[in-house]
């Protein structure tokens, strides 16, 4: 009877252990977010800025939204540019290059880094 309770303990343990890691790094890839079940962590040039930091919102009517959640899709980009003009900067007009990734979850938030 210790055996199969002690496989279903470790199988549990494996599912909540498991989180699926996601990840988005800069056009220059100096800097990387990593997600991993409620947490992100930012790195630049390899080295930990913010390690760990748990991600979670709760609404004002109690609904509680965290990177745990269940995932419907994820989506990345890379290399997006975008021109901006700008009159107030110190420069009348920019090239912004960035790359995202997006998660939808299955409640229909979502969110992008």
Not at 4 to 27: D, N, Y
Not at 63 to 85: A, F, M, P, Q, W
Request: glycine fraction near 6%.
């Amino acid at each position: 009877m210790k055996k199969p309770l002690t496989l279903t303990l470790l199988f549990l343990f494996s599912i909540v252990c498991s989180a699926k890691e996601l990840s988005v790094a800069s056009p220059d890839g100096r800097i990387k977010v990593t997600i991993e079940g409620d947490c992100y962590s930012v790195s630049h040039d390899g080295k930990a800025v913010l390690k760990d930091s748990y991600a979670a919102l709760t609404l004002q009517d109690g609904t509680r939204i965290s990177l745990s959640d269940k995932v419907r899709k994820t989506t990345t980009k890379e290399g997006i540019r975008e021109h901006i003009r700008a009159p107030f900067y110190r420069q009348s007009e920019f090239d912004y290059v960035y790359n995202y990734l997006r998660i939808d979850f299955r409640s229909g938030y979502q969110i992008e880094w």
